[in-house]
């Protein structure tokens, strides 16, 4: 067996970042908070190569985070690649019957961290602390809102998301309180 190697950070350029550090401070922080959620069920929003959002109500059991060999920044979001993916095993639920559960659309797979919008403890989440993770770039383009607006509408709390916004997010952050979502 190998030992595995750190995985090196890509050199973003100016005119790949715009001048934000990539992927942001807080992103390694969320990759050991999502570590410490092996095993359990999470629900995911995900966006496609070509910018389509998808927010499922399939629960998935995460099964590891693993480094990304490849990650590139890029201006676009949904062309980025962090340098961790989510290891997921889909979960059959109840309403899901046998026959649709074998035809193998939902049996898990990996995906890289800069792909996934948003990873909850439940399907549309309704309290702060049901967010595990949320990439604020994604979901800004999804709601064709700007970040800022995002967290002043309480759309997702400040303390899960791994993108900057201008230098906002801190004090917004700050002015949640306690990982609170931000006062409209």
Known sequence: MSIPTPTPQPQAD?????????PSP??????????????REVYLSIVS???????EGQPYRLLDVIPFPKPRAHPHPPKRAYPHMLV???VQTPEQDDLHWHSGLL?????????????????YP???EEYLYANLDLLSAYYACPARQLLERRVVP???CVESTGGDLGRLSAAQGQGGMAEA
Do not use: M
Request: charged share 20%; net charge positive; with cysteine.
């Open 158 to 160: 400040a303390r899960i």
């Open 26 to 39: 807080r992103y390694h922080q969320l990759v050991e908070d999502l570590r410490r959620c092996i095993g």
């Open 126 to 128: 309704r309290q702060p």
């Open 49 to 55: 190569f070509n910018g389509a959002f998808r927010k």
């Open 88 to 90: 997921l095993e889909s």
């Open 14 to 22: 100016a005119s790949s970042s715009q001048g934000q550090v990539w």
């Open 107 to 123: 049996h898990g797979g990996a995906i890289n961290l800069a792909h996934v919008g948003s990873v909850t403890t439940r399907p």
